[in-house]
C-alpha cells in the first residue's frame, strides 16, 4: 500500500511538471532526461549495495532506518530528532551523526523513509526527481533568456553522465544539486528581467540556508563529558 502511494504520488508530480511545463523550450526533453535521471540514481544504489559493499549513501539509509525504527512511532520523538542536535546515544552508535552535514542531510533521508516505510529505492527516486527540478528550472531558464545556450544546456545538464550520475540518488549532491540551480536560475533571471517575486526571495533564502547546511556547515555539537 505505502509503495503504490508513493508511486501514485511521484507520477502525479511528474504529471504537475508536465501540464506547467508544456510550453517549455526543452519540453520534448522532460520524459527521457527525467527517466535517465531516475536510472542514474538506482544505478547508484545497485553499484553500491552489490559491488562496493560500504559508501555515503548506505551509511545515510542505515541511519535514516535506524532513526525511523527509533523514533517513526512517536510525532514528538521524530520532530525533536528533527529539530535539535543528534542525542548522545545516537552519535554514539552512529558517529556519522557528529558532523554537522551530514546529520542534516540524514534527517532529510529520515523524512523520507518515514514516508517510504525505509525504502531506499523509492526514497532515491525522490531525490533524483528533487533533483531533477532543479536542472529543468535551470535549463529553462538559461534558455527562456538567451536560445543560443539551449545545446550547451540540454547536454550539460541534462545527459553528460558523470553529472547526471553523482547528483541522482541519495547523496548530498542530489539536494544540492536542486538548491543551487534553482538559486542559479532565479539569479540569471532576475539579471534578465531586473524583478525577483516576493515568493522567490522567500525560496532562496530557505535553499541558501539548505545549500549550507548540506555542503558547508562546519560547526562540532558540543559533546557531553
Not at 525533536?80 to 543528534?86: G, Q, R, S, V
Not at 527540478?133 to 558523470?162: H, Q, R
Not at 545549500?211 to 562546519?218: A, D, E, N, T
Request: net charge positive.
Amino acid at each position: 500500500m505505502i509503495l503504490a502511494i508513493n508511486l501514485l504520488l511521484i507520477l502525479a508530480i511528474i504529471w504537475i511538471l508536465y501540464i506547467k511545463t508544456r510550453n517549455s523550450p526543452v519540453k520534448e526533453h522532460l520524459v527521457i532526461a527525467l527517466s535517465v535521471k531516475i536510472f542514474a540514481g538506482i544505478t547508484l544504489g545497485l553499484l553500491y549495495f552489490r559491488y562496493y559493499g560500504f559508501g555515503d549513501t548506505l551509511v545515510f539509509s542505515e541511519v535514516a532506518t535506524s532513526v525511523v525504527d527509533l523514533h517513526g512511532n512517536s510525532f514528538t520523538g521524530f520532530m525533536t530528532f528533527l529539530l535539535n542536535d543528534p542525542d548522545e546515544i545516537l552519535t554514539k552508535t552512529f558517529p556519522v551523526l557528529s558532523e554537522p552535514r551530514s546529520a542534516f542531510f540524514i534527517k532529510i533521508v529520515s523524512v523520507f523513509y518515514l514516508l517510504t516505510s525505509n525504502n531506499y529505492w523509492i526514497t532515491s527516486i525522490y531525490f533524483s526527481l528533487i533533483s531533477f527540478l532543479g536542472s529543468w528550472m535551470l535549463s529553462n531558464a538559461l534558455i527562456a533568456n538567451n536560445i543560443k545556450l539551449k545545446l550547451p544546456a540540454i547536454l550539460a545538464i541534462f545527459y553528460f553522465p558523470t553529472f547526471v550520475f553523482w547528483t541522482s540518488g541519495i547523496l548530498k549532491e542530489a539536494i544540492a544539486w536542486f538548491c543551487l540551480a534553482t538559486l542559479v536560475s532565479y539569479i540569471y533571471t532576475f539579471i534578465h528581467r531586473r524583478s525577483l517575486p516576493f515568493r522567490q526571495l522567500l525560496i532562496s533564502l530557505l535553499l541558501l540556508y539548505i545549500l549550507w547546511s548540506i555542503k558547508y556547515r562546519f560547526h562540532l555539537y558540543n559533546k557531553k563529558k
